[in-house]
């Protein structure tokens, strides 16, 4: 039996000195990295959760958690082989992935080819064109606007189960 699932994914991180940016797997030169337990990849943390909400397999923080200091500093593109890995065995596939990167600087569209190509990479070569990701600003307003962090929201569409 086939069903289709859509997921829902979101994640914040605060900016901190001394820390590289991480998006999407990509390191982006900034002057402030974002603050977390692992690399603190908020695009791929996001990501990470829509495909897990539409999995049922839980979330993030369920299956990395940062208690574990196995997962200390680990690159967050990582563990989006790691739910790859978790997908194929349970018979599900993406149809696609979308998000919104939400913060005003640095801006995300000089870095959208190859953080694609990173994402789609730990997504065992899922075609590039099904993976969605877009700069967003908040005009000022808000954390992100204050530029204090970045947000982000994804979605994923899976098929689960064999034809």
């Known amino acids: 039996m086939n069903s289709i699932r859509i997921g829902i994914g979101y994640?914040?991180?605060p900016f901190e000195r001394g820390r590289d940016l991480i998006l999407g797997g990509l390191r982006i030169d900034y002057t402030y990295g974002?603050?977390?337990?692992?690399?603190?990849?908020?695009l791929v943390h996001a990501i990470i959760d829509a495909i897990c909400g539409a999995a049922g397999?839980?979330?993030?923080?369920?299956?990395?958690?940062?208690?574990?200091?196995?997962?200390?500093?680990?690159?967050?593109?990582?563990?989006?082989?790691?739910?790859?890995?978790?997908?194929?065995?349970?018979?599900?596939?993406?149809?696609?992935?979308d998000s919104v990167v939400i913060c005003e600087k640095p801006k995300i569209l000089p870095y959208v080819d190859e953080m694609k190509k990173m994402i789609s990479e730990a997504l065992d070569n899922l075609p590039v064109d099904r993976i969605g990701i877009k700069g967003?600003?908040?005009?000022?307003?808000?954390f992100t606007g204050r530029s204090?962090?970045?947000?982000?929201?994804?979605?994923a569409l899976l098929r689960i189960g064999t034809e």
Do not use: W
């Open 136 to 142: 967003k600003t908040t005009e000022g307003l808000g």
């Open 34 to 42: 974002l603050g977390g337990h692992s690399d603190a990849d908020v």
């Open 148 to 155: 204090e962090g970045i947000a982000v929201q994804a979605v």
């Open 57 to 97: 397999f839980g979330d993030i923080g369920k299956l990395f958690p940062d208690t574990n200091d196995m997962y200390k500093n680990i690159r967050s593109i990582i563990l989006l082989q790691k739910v790859c890995t978790m997908l194929k065995d349970s018979a599900a596939e993406i149809i696609n992935i």
């Open 11 to 13: 994640d914040v991180h």
